[in-house]
């Protein structure tokens, strides 16, 4: 089964303490859209300008993401730049420029409305409901989100919250949304806003699930340099619902092996700016980072 992504579609322009990478392909459905395909076909849904560079298409294509629902507008493409500390954790905008995503309306082609796997991959909730108004009884629906969203759209998104399955959200989000220190206590009231599996994740920590069938704790997979986290959440979570839809069987069934494959997935992400690693990663290098993790888990 494919995968719907929609979400932001950037150039991104990052700076760490060690080095500086202008313009590289980006944004939260990319890099969800690259992750997922590494399990099973993926759509994309998204909006970019007329200065995109070709060989940005051309990597998801390699990828086979279907680009029916990329809409091409004349303008610039949607450019963030972010700078990040000596620590890697702490991170700030420098740079947010709109151009074509400021008139953006993801229309869905037909053939995209009877999609059971979507993931609202990080854009403003207004949008993401407007993806749901479109769509034909979906089986199982994930809403991922940023700090911006809780600042200026929080009706929105707790209108959304009442519209998906899943939520995917970072510690740091979570307490802003509950104001709860502990995790545990803001899982609890994050369900009472509406979805069954709420997956909290705690960058190089690991992620935490909540569902109907109990906690699950999932790992990090060990890294000893981290080059660009950036998109790591996204290639979590693109990952995780590539894996999802592909498996056979149940949700509860598949859930947490595909948190663990969404991990592996995002590790690969932080090892190089941008989507430079991911798009080099082969499945066979995702199962022998998954072996590790199980080993690494077992007692
Ligand atoms: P993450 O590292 O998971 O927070 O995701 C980083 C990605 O989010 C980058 O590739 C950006 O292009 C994208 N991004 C940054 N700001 C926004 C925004 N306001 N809306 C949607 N995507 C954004």
């Not at 949607?78 to 420098?94: A, I, K, V």
């Not at 709109?98 to 995209?112: I, Q, R, S």
């Not at 403003?124 to 700090?147: G, I, N, R, W, Y």
Request: aromatic share 8%; proline share 4%; hydrophobic share 45%.
């Amino acid at each position: 089964m494919s995968v719907l992504i929609v979400g932001s579609t950037a150039l991104d322009s990052i700076k760490t303490p060690t080095a500086k990478n202008p313009r590289l392909l980006g944004g939260s459905a990319s890099h969800a859209a690259v992750a997922a395909s590494f399990f099973g076909p993926v759509n994309l849904v998204g909006v970019v300008g007329d200065d995109f560079p070709k060989q940005y298409l051309a990597l998801y294509r390699k990828h086979g993401i279907g680009l029916k629902g990329l809409q091409v507008e004349a303008g610039k493409t949607f450019h963030w730049s972010g700078e990040y500390e000596m620590n890697m954790n702490n991170r700030r905008t420098l740079l947010t420029e709109l151009g074509v995503f400021e008139k953006f309306t993801p229309h869905l082609p037909d053939a995209f409305k009877t999609s059971d796997f979507v993931l609202l991959a990080n854009i403003a909730p207004a949008l993401q409901h407007h993806v749901l108004d479109q769509m034909k009884q979906p089986k199982f629906v994930v809403a991922d989100t940023m700090d911006l969203w809780l600042n200026i759209a929080l009706n929105d998104l707790r209108r959304l919250l009442k519209r998906v399955d899943g939520f995917v959200l970072n510690d740091s989000e979570a307490h802003q949304l509950t104001k709860e220190d502990n995790v545990f206590a803001a899982l609890r009231k994050i369900h009472k806003l509406g979805p069954k599996y709420v997956i909290i994740k705690m960058g190089s920590h690991g992620s935490l699930l909540s569902s109907p069938k109990g906690f699950f704790i999932c790992p990090a997979y060990p890294l000893h340099l981290v080059v660009d986290p950036t998109g790591a959440g996204d290639s979590f979570v693109g990952g995780l619902m590539g894996y999802l839809a592909s498996a056979r069987g149940s949700v509860d069934a598949n859930i947490r092996r595909a948190m663990i494959h969404g991990s592996v997935v995002a590790s690969f992400c932080c090892e190089g700016f941008g989507l430079t690693r991911t798009t080099r990663v082969t499945r066979a290098a995702i199962q022998k980072r998954v072996k590790e993790l199980e080993a690494l888990t077992r007692f």
